[in-house]
């Protein structure tokens, strides 16, 4: 996980988790890297890959919470009603 997470003037924060699936080769990675879910919240991002691998122990792949940037061009309207969490207040 990523230690700074202060606020960004551009960007806003999210947390997605990430499936990494072992061993790691990096000649093949896209092959062996997925992100299953996108939070709001680091809490929720942290629990949530907690869940998953321990819902998942023994398939050769492990569950970890990073630090996304989202920026929303401006010629994209997004509802507040489909993110809110993920949009600055109003």
Not at 5 to 34: F, I, Q, S
Not at 35 to 42: D, E, L, R, T, Y
Not at 65 to 85: D, G, N, Q, R, T
């Amino acid at each position: 996980m990523i230690s700074t997470e202060k606020a960004h003037l551009k960007y806003r924060h999210a947390y997605a988790v990430l499936r990494v699936d072992g061993p790691l080769n990096l000649d093949t990675a896209g092959n062996r890297l997925a992100v299953p879910k996108v939070f709001g919240s680091k809490v929720a991002a942290e629990q949530e890959a907690s869940r998953l691998s321990e819902v998942n122990r023994g398939k050769g792949c492990v569950y970890i919470s990073c630090l996304l940037h989202i920026s929303f061009p401006e010629w994209i309207e997004i509802s507040p009603l489909l993110v809110p969490e993920l949009l600055p207040s109003l």
